[in-house]
């Protein structure tokens, strides 16, 4: 899967979340209305990324850097609108795609990544937790739903020593 670095205007990536949030109607009756602003995900406190398989976008997901309030603390970047077409699931392209988002977050310095997801999504739950994601308190905005799921991964950077 070839990686490329886009913003959320990219036409592969309004195709890509149209599709998921298409998702989240089926699996939930309602698209995600979480407040999601295109400069959130550009560097340097953010990114998105698009997975291609044969010249086709086929996977995305980018995290944006969150200041520390009642929910998050600072160093906390959100997981965001980590998607797979079906006819490319199976394929371990999430699980390469969460790593570069992984590895992104700890080069641009973040100390943790953390996410929504819900029940009816079992497959990103499964992923997660075998990624070393933890469930967390609920934040966010369906945190009081009994649907709403949050984990957390500390990433390598949080574990250095303070200079």
């Given at each position: 899967?070839?990686?490329?670095?886009?913003?959320?205007?990219?036409?592969?990536v309004r195709r890509l979340i149209t599709e998921l949030q298409q998702e989240y109607v089926h699996r939930y009756?309602?698209?995600?209305?979480?407040?999601?602003?295109?400069?959130?995900?550009?560097?340097?406190?953010?990114?998105?990324?698009v997975g291609y398989l044969d010249g086709v976008a086929m996977a995305c997901g980018g995290w944006r850097a969150?200041?520390?309030?009642?929910?998050?603390?600072?160093?906390?970047?959100?997981?965001?609108?980590?998607?797979?077409?079906?006819?490319?699931?199976?394929?371990?392209?999430?699980?390469?795609?969460?790593?570069?988002?992984?590895?992104?977050?700890?080069?641009?310095?973040?100390?943790?990544?953390?996410?929504?997801?819900?029940?009816?999504?079992?497959?990103?739950?499964?992923?997660?937790?075998?990624?070393?994601?933890?469930?967390?308190?609920?934040?966010?905005?369906?945190?009081?739903?009994?649907?709403?799921?949050?984990?957390?991964?500390?990433?390598?950077?949080?574990?250095?020593?303070?200079?």
């Amino acid at each position: 899967m070839e990686l490329r670095t886009l913003t959320l205007d990219h036409p592969d990536v309004r195709r890509l979340i149209t599709e998921l949030q298409q998702e989240y109607v089926h699996r939930y009756g309602g698209e995600d209305a979480t407040p999601v602003d295109v400069s959130e995900f550009g560097p340097p406190r953010g990114t998105f990324v698009v997975g291609y398989l044969d010249g086709v976008a086929m996977a995305c997901g980018g995290w944006r850097a969150h200041e520390s309030g009642p929910d998050l603390a600072e160093g906390d970047a959100e997981l965001k609108r980590m998607y797979v077409v079906p006819a490319a699931r199976g394929r371990g392209l999430s699980r390469v795609l969460l790593a570069e988002l992984e590895r992104r977050a700890v080069d641009a310095g973040q100390r943790r990544l953390v996410l929504e997801t819900g029940i009816h999504q079992p497959e990103a739950i499964g992923l997660y937790t075998s990624s070393g994601y933890t469930e967390i308190s609920p934040f966010g905005m369906y945190r009081r739903s009994p649907r709403c799921r949050c984990f957390g991964k500390l990433l390598p950077v949080a574990a250095q020593p303070a200079r």
